[in-house]
Every structure is written in C-alpha cells, then in structure tokens.
C-alpha cells in the first residue's frame, strides 16, 4: 500500500512537472511568434512555416533550399515568374528533386544564417522582412541557381517583386538628349548608388552623394542630361553592375 501511494505521489510530481514544463514551452512559442510578427511580413512569416515544414518532413535541418522553395509557391511569386516567362512547373520540380536529394552534409545553422542576413538587411532600412530580402540573400549566397533559367532570373524576379514591374527601356524614341534618373528602393545600398555615380556617371564623389541623399529622402534624383546614345550606354552598364551585385536599382530615362 505504501508502494503504491509512493509510485502515485511520484507520477502527480512528474505530471505537475510535465504541465508546468509544457506550459513554459508554449509561453515560449507564443512570445517567440509575436517577437517573428515584428520582425517578417505577412508573407515572410507564411513561407518560414512552409520551409520548416519541408524541413522537418523530410527530416532535415533548415537550408537555404527549402527557404527558396517556400518563397517559389508563394502567389505573388508564383505570378511573378510566369510574367517574367519562368516555367513554374519545371522549376517546382526541379525544387522537389534538389530537396529529395539535398546533401545530407549540408550545414544545419545555414538556413537561419541566411534568415539572419535577410532580417539584417530589412532593419537596415528600419522594416520588416519581406520575401525579395530572402531572395537577395539566397541570389548573394548561391542558392538561387534554379531561378537562372532564361529568361527568368534571380535578378529579375527580385526586381519584380521589389519594383511592381521590369526595368523601363533605356531608350526614348525621337529624342536626341534625355534625362537620367534614379528611384529609390529599400533595398539597394547608399554606397552602391554613390559607386554608380562616381565610377559609371563620373561624378565627383561629394555630388554623388549628394544625388545618392536626394534620391534617398525625394525619391528620385535627376542624374543629368545626357545625349541619347550615351544615356543608354550607361544605363546598360549600371543594370549589369546592378544584377552582379545583387541590387535591384531602378534606373531610366526621361524627357528632358
């Protein structure tokens, strides 16, 4: 008799123990999906479940793979490649494949380092995560090679998602001069558009930052005028500058 009231008196410890410990967890995850929702946007947050559940169903550790996959099936996305002429079915596939057959070495604190680095980016800038900061670090770090399938890119589907739209034409029909003009994003670097205007426009540097801090708090920045031909030289030459680096500038031209 005395054994069993023992063993019970053991077991309500172990229980209340139990309880308390999975009330402590759940405490936890309620503070650390509210420390998430003000950190990552809406779709952020959507597609770091989906990559933890491709993880964890497959029983791998978080990778850059399955952040690149969650992104992919995202709706905006998904819209986004078939506009910029991206097969999404051979991609998805392509995706299927690389998780089933992911390097069982990969490194297993990779996927939350990108996270880290995608998150760094945004409070740079003083906002949430989005989708195109994963992609930029995904394209920085070489995990986006399965989006450069022509004529789609990683370059490119950032640019959409960032901007709303592809790259204007560098080019204005009839017009001997035009103005080139930058726009501003949350996303390309100060010290890039000052790199831009010094090495490829030629500007001395206290201008071009000038021009960088106006693009920044005006939203746009004229950068000069110049004869047509030229204009589209040059912009031609920071687009690929920009696609090298992994920024998604906007740069055009317009009427004097």
Known sequence: MEAIVL???AFGA?????AWQNRARMREDAARKKQIAT????SMQVALELAKHAASTRNQPLAPLHVLYAIVQDEAVAAAIDELGGDRAALDNALDNALDT???RTDPRAGKQLLGSGLGLAHATGRMMTLADALIMLDRTGHAKLLDAPPLSAHALVFRLVHGTTPPEATLPRETHVHVVLRNDDYTTQDFVVHVLRDVFALPEAEAVTKMRATHETGRAIVGRY????AK???????RDAAKHHMPLWIEVEVC
């Open 227 to 230: 004869a047509a031909a030229v």
């Open 102 to 104: 992911l390097d069982p």
């Open 233 to 239: 030289d040059k912009i031609e030459q920071v687009r």
């Open 39 to 42: 950190m990552l946007d809406e």
């Open 14 to 18: 172990s229980g209340a123990l139990w």
């Open 7 to 9: 063993l019970v008196s």
